[in-house]
């Protein structure tokens, strides 16, 4: 989901509780607080030798001890208003981090809605091979490359 997707969907639901469902249905504890929005940009060169950049938007939850604390869809939209300062671009992919027992980081699929609730919907990031890929590809198209191979 991108950031504007994210800011339209709040914005169209003002007096939602935002929750952010994880992969496997547990929810981040309802009392959690989005304490940054940020710009994250990874440039890497891959096993076969080829540069890359990734570019998304992270949003930094923390549950602290204020369990009464409830994050409204209005505020929300508002926090995310303040990342524009920093964010270039509302097409930018958003990832949610939380801190469970490791710092995770989970792009949003989709909003849901479900009674006050505007459920945000964490899927499981996941590691790749480009070169494999790109060799997978070639290979399909008939050619293959040397600068494609894998370690």
Do not use: W
Request: hydrophobic share 35%; aromatic share 6%; net charge negative.
């Amino acid at each position: 989901m991108t950031l504007h997707d994210l800011q339209n969907a709040l914005e169209a639901n003002p007096k939602r509780f935002p929750r952010f469902v994880l992969p496997n249905g547990d929810y981040i504890p309802a009392h959690a607080h989005v304490t940054e929005v940020g710009h994250l940009v990874r440039n890497f060169i891959d096993c076969g030798g080829l540069t890359g950049k990734e570019e998304k938007v992270v949003l930094q939850t923390h549950v602290g001890d204020d369990t009464e604390h409830r994050l409204q869809s209005d505020r929300f939209a508002k926090i995310l208003q303040l990342g524009n300062r920093v964010i270039p671009n509302a097409d930018l992919d958003v990832d949610v981090e939380y801190d469970c027992c490791v710092v995770a980081q989970y792009p949003i699929a989709e909003t849901q809605l479900r009674g006050q609730y505007l459920d945000l919907i964490l899927k499981r990031g996941r590691t790749q091979c480009r070169a494999r890929e790109r060799r997978q590809a070639e290979t399909a198209a008939g050619c293959c490359a040397a600068s494609a191979s894998c370690c």
